[in-house]
Each structure stands twice: as structure tokens, then as C-alpha cells.
């Protein structure tokens, strides 16, 4: 099983439409948490770090659930623009940064 | 604010070649970390380094692949002699270690193209 596992998708959801993606990690001692954000032939970028009382900006919100060991990144109102494939992400001790395989999102007219 | 700069940007070379890669990491970052990213396999951690030294380099394929950080504003990535298979795009990232929660920032990445 893998350390961070994510739906690869890919979701296509209407313009306008509210999608969630949810993120699952194996190991409890898992410390810090982010959802980046990567566009074709691009390098990923920091979308939103996760806190453990979750956290909104703007169109998104991030939630921890620490019993369950997942995250979720929902998406409101989406735009074109936000087709992209997001990327969980998970730090396990020191900087230890572990990536997930990345959810494809297509946002349709 | 210059982010981490990675140059070339694009790589063509014949197998058996030697190819380096290069990164400066953003100023006062501590952690600088090496990853290779392909369709197959996804983004794959090769390296990182902790105020220079490697910390963690078990993702390095093999002997053929090298990494260092002779100072804190730059890193080299070596690989030789270069085979079809390391066709990715390699990315190099840096982080503020000493703060909690510090998030990665990467370059803009190296494809390279091994024929």
C-alpha cells in the first residue's frame, strides 16, 4: 500500500459545479499536510497548507481528519482555470515530504 | 523575489552522455530536495539536503546518479554515464526547514531527453 494514495480521476465536472478530492496516508505520525496545485508541463505550487481545525480560502476549503488519516480539498464554484491535477501531500517527520500520485481535475464549459 | 532557479530547462543528449543538472535554491532556504517526476512513476523524491549535507538520498536510482550542495545557493544533480530511461523532468525544490509547516517551492524543472 502507498504512503499517500489519491483517486487519480479524472474528475470532469461542470463549470460552476462543487467537487471535493480526499487524500488518504498510512502513517499516524504524518505532522504536516498541503494540497499543491500542478498545470500541464508545469511545476506543482503550494495551492493551500491543511490545519488540523481545517482552513478556507477564497473558492477552497481543506479539512484534516486525523482518526481517519485523510484530507479533503473541496472546491467551490469552479472556474476553467482550475483544471489541473492536485497533489496531496504529506510531511512525515523532519522534511520529509511525501507526494501523492495526484488527482486530474477537468473543468468543463 | 527570485524563486529556485533550475537551468537548462531542456536537455537532449545521447545515451552514454554525462548530464548536469543545476539549482539554486530561494535565499535563506535551508532544505534543498531533488525529484524526478514521469508519467509511470509519478513525482519521485531522489535526494534531499539539510544546511548542505545529504540527509536522505535512498531514492537515488543508482551508482550512476549523483548529487551535491557545496554551498547553501547551489546544488548540482549528475547523472553518468545517461540512459534512455532517465528521460523525466527533474525538479528541484527548497524549503524553510526551521519554521513548522515551511511548504516545498519549485523550480520550473529540467526536462531532459535521453536518446
Known amino acids: 500500500r502507498k504512503e499517500v494514495e489519491q483517486d487519480p480521476g479524472p474528475f470532469n465536472v461542470p463549470e460552476g459545479a462543487t467537487v471535493a478530492f480526499n487524500c488518504t496516508y498510512s502513517?499516524?505520525?504524518?505532522?504536516?499536510f498541503f494540497w499543491y496545485r500542478q498545470d500541464c508541463r508545469k511545476e506543482p505550487k503550494l495551492l493551500m497548507s491543511?490545519?488540523?481545525s481545517g482552513n478556507e480560502d477564497g473558492r477552497f476549503t481543506a479539512q484534516l481528519n486525523r482518526a481517519s488519516q485523510y484530507i479533503s480539498l473541496l472546491i467551490r464554484d469552479s472556474k476553467l482555470s482550475d483544471s489541473a491535477t492536485y497533489l496531496c501531500v504529506v510531511i512525515r517527520y523532519g522534511q520529509n515530504f511525501v507526494f501523492g500520485p495526484g488527482t486530474r481535475l477537468s473543468v468543463l464549459p | 523575489d527570485a524563486g529556485v532557479i533550475q537551468s537548462p530547462r531542456h536537455e537532449v543528449t545521447e545515451m552514454g552522455q554525462e548530464v548536469t543538472l543545476r539549482c539554486k535554491p530561494i535565499s535563506g532556504h535551508n532544505s534543498l530536495f531533488w525529484y524526478r517526476q514521469t508519467m509511470m512513476r509519478g513525482l519521485e523524491l531522489l535526494i534531499y539536503?539539510?544546511?548542505?549535507?545529504?540527509?536522505?538520498d535512498s531514492g537515488m536510482p543508482e551508482d550512476r546518479f549523483s548529487a551535491k550542495m557545496p554551498n547553501a545557493s547551489f546544488s548540482t544533480l549528475k547523472i553518468q554515464p545517461s540512459e534512455p530511461r532517465d528521460s523525466a523532468v527533474y525538479f528541484c525544490?527548497?524549503?524553510?526547514?526551521?519554521?513548522?509547516?515551511?511548504?516545498?517551492?519549485f523550480g520550473n524543472g529540467t526536462r531532459l531527453t535521453v536518446t
Open positions: 502513517n499516524s505520525a504524518s505532522q504536516s
Open positions: 539536503f539539510n544546511n548542505n549535507v545529504p540527509i536522505d
Open positions: 525544490a527548497s524549503s524553510a526547514a526551521k519554521y513548522y509547516n515551511s511548504p516545498l517551492h
Open positions: 491543511v490545519y488540523s
